[in-house]
């Protein structure tokens, strides 16, 4: 163990090793590091940040569905309540129409009914006044008595 | 190794303990710890300031995450026990971890094989493990020591450093013992740092010596469970030179 001036050799080359190690080979890896823990970082954030987006987006359409669910629900109850005031109206214009050709038709065999009695009273007064006149050809002058048959026209 | 057909085992171990220097007296150099040292440094720091220098933020090639994990680790440590304001603990953590690691490293090598290579171009020694060297060892240590007392006084501010080193932990009235223990606390931490890393690398070269001292068959027994446990020796050195560095750096930034 002899100590000689190799000390100051050595002591020199530490030096430079140092020096060299804190302007080449520290700061380069140093920053690198940081900036790989930054972009980490950033990206655990970002996917953070994108779940969060996607659960809200989720709830979102969720929340569509549920509106457009009972929006059509809507539609439906309104169009059957439609539907059914439209088979009620159809209904009732039928009823309406149908009392109406009934009442028609009803007219129409009364008149009927009163003309066929009009014509077969004329008939049965022709009738009971050309019998009339056969029973009394002789004794009655029909324009005698015209006023007498008239009446019993009118009673027919 | 080469010059001589049978050395006695002294002599082996000597030779491999022995640097090769160059000059007289004090002013000689260890070209071997100089040489393998700044070569390794040059290799290791070059491929990680490469890598560095191609880092990107997005996905790490296996290179870049290796080095990645490697500064992480150091930067854990720091932030786990350095409560200051200091940009460069961290580079210097990293540094001291790696240059040491690597050195020790050399250790794996086969002890012959170096001092062979070496023997055929003519060298005659040549210690492959550099950290085996104390001048290595002191020379970090030294220069953590002045760091720790460049950030004292720049943290404290000179007053405050030197009321620090005169009143605490006795009160003023006993201002010469708070100096004498403070002088002593503050020296015993690079003479620690240096000979801990320093004993235990030469303690562990030499016991690979000693084993390359064994009949050629029987080396692998030992051998292999020394060089297995020395792997966790060369990291644990290289890791407690790096932490206490940064625990003496720490307590210089905080008040007594």
């Keep these: 163990m002899n100590i000689n001036a190799t000390l100051f050799g050595q002591a020199i080359t530490f030096a430079i090793l140092i020096w060299f190690t804190m302007k080449f080979v520290w700061p380069p890896v140093v920053a690198a590091l940081d900036d790989r823990s930054k972009k980490i970082a950033e990206g655990l954030e970002a996917a953070e940040r994108g779940r969060q987006d996607f659960a809200k987006a989720e709830l979102r359409s969720q929340d569509a569905l549920n509106e457009a669910k009972s929006r059509a629900a809507e539609i439906i109850a309104l169009s059957e309540k439609q539907a059914q005031a439209i088979v009620q109206q159809a209904h009732d214009a039928a009823v309406i129409e149908a009392n109406r050709v009934k009442a028609q038709a009803q007219a129409e065999v009364e008149q009927e009914v009163m003309r066929a009695r009009d014509s077969l009273r004329d008939r049965v007064a022709d009738l009971a006044v050309s019998g009339a006149e056969k029973i009394l050809r002789r004794e009655i002058n029909a324009q005698a008595h015209a006023d007498l048959l008239t009446a019993i026209q009118a009673e027919l | ?256």
């Design chain 2, 1 to 256: 190794m080469t010059e001589s057909a049978a050395p006695s085992s002294s002599e082996y171990i000597h030779h491999h303990l022995t640097n090769l220097v160059s000059g007289q007296g004090f002013w000689s150099f260890d070209i071997d710890t100089l040489v393998t040292s700044a070569l390794l440094g040059l290799i290791v720091f070059g491929f990680m300031a490469s890598v560095a220098r191609k880092a990107t933020s997005g996905v790490p090639g296996r290179t870049q995450a290796a080095v990645e994990i490697l500064l992480e680790m150091v930067q854990t440590q720091v932030r786990d026990t350095f409560h200051g304001e200091s940009g460069m603990v961290g580079p210097l953590a990293l540094t001291i971890f790696v240059w040491v690691f690597t050195l020790n490293a050399m250790d794996l090598l086969p002890v012959d094989l170096v001092s062979l290579l070496m023997g055929s171009v003519g060298i005659e020694h040549w210690k492959a493990v550099p950290t085996t060297d104390p001048n290595l060892t002191f020379a970090m240590s030294i220069t953590v020591f002045f760091l720790i007392l460049y950030y004292n006084l720049k943290v404290k501010k000179c007053g405050g450093f030197l009321r620090e080193v005169f009143t605490v932990p006795f009160g003023a009235k006993m201002a010469p013992f708070n100096f004498l223990f403070r002088l002593i606390e503050d020296l015993a931490k690079p003479v620690s740092l240096a000979l801990r890393l320093f004993g235990n690398m030469y303690a562990g070269e030499m016991v690979f010596i000693l084993i390359a001292l064994l009949p050629p068959y029987l080396q692998w027994l030992l051998g292999a469970p020394w060089a297995i446990f020395h792997i966790l020796i060369i990291t644990l050195q290289a890791f407690i030179f790096m932490i206490l560095t940064i625990i003496y750096l720490s307590m210089a930034h905080e008040s007594h």
